[in-house]
């Protein structure tokens, strides 16, 4: 079984300040790990994964995350936000091996808002 | 780049009326979802299809069925619309390999009047 808990379910920054969205998650095996974004009205856009490979992810519009297997984390950072940046994130599981339908376990969701 | 195409953006569709969501993937992906995203409930998983005519119910099913006659396109069914369908419809496809990672398509937003 696996599971996904994003902490904050909602996170305000100023512009130009660093961004830390946090997901912990729990699984029997090691997982890949996801961030997504989702702007309003939109589908979601895979910002960065991690396969096993670094732990350290880089992703695109500046984001970053960091695979913590000791704190069974992986959060999402920014050093500078950008107005551009508010949207809804979401943290996603996944069995590596298993590719049936419960592989995927989504986290409840992280909405971003950027303050002028 | 992976493209997921979803050829219907909005739609307004009356209750008791058969809606067609349709979803083409350009990567030759074996896996294929459809999700509802409703406030406050998240993503749901309404049917998954794992191969080409091979299909498995997800957590909420009913008032719903799908097709999946090519790799490509897996459609979303809702044989006789109801209200409580209004709702954002997501479709993804999913690579094995690379994580087995999921590509979203933009959405489907659907109102049942």
């Known amino acids: 079984a696996q599971s996904v808990t994003q902490l904050d379910s909602h996170v305000s920054v100023s512009e130009g300040t660093p961004v830390l969205l946090r997901c912990n998650y729990s699984?029997?095996?090691?997982?890949?790990l996801f961030w997504y974004v989702q702007h309003p009205n939109k589908g979601l856009q895979l910002l960065l994964k991690y396969t096993s490979a670094a732990t350290l992810v880089k992703g695109i519009n500046g984001f970053e995350a960091e695979f913590k297997k000791s704190e069974t984390s992986f959060h999402l950072t920014k050093p500078s936000a950008h107005m551009s940046d508010a949207a809804e994130y979401f943290c996603?599981?996944?069995?590596?091996?298993?590719?049936?339908?419960?592989?995927?376990?989504f986290g409840s969701g992280t909405r971003l808002q950027v303050q002028p | 780049d992976v493209k997921v195409t979803q050829s219907s953006r909005y739609l307004v569709k009356r209750t008791g009326e058969k809606v067609f969501l349709e979803c083409v993937q350009d990567m030759d992906h074996e896996n294929m979802f459809w999700y509802r995203q409703d406030p406050g409930l998240g993503l749901r998983l309404i049917y998954f299809s794992y191969d080409v005519k091979m299909k498995e119910k997800g957590d909420i099913p009913e008032g719903y069925s799908v097709s999946r006659e090519k790799k490509e396109r897996f459609s979303l069914i809702l044989e006789s619309a109801s209200t409580n369908q209004t709702s954002m419809y997501l479709c993804a496809s999913r690579v094995f390999g690379e994580g087995n990672t999921i590509y979203f398509g933009e959405g489907s937003w659907l109102t049942v009047v």
């Open positions: 996603v599981v996944s069995d590596r091996v298993d590719t049936g339908r419960r592989a995927l376990t």
């Open positions: 699984s029997s095996y090691s997982p890949s």
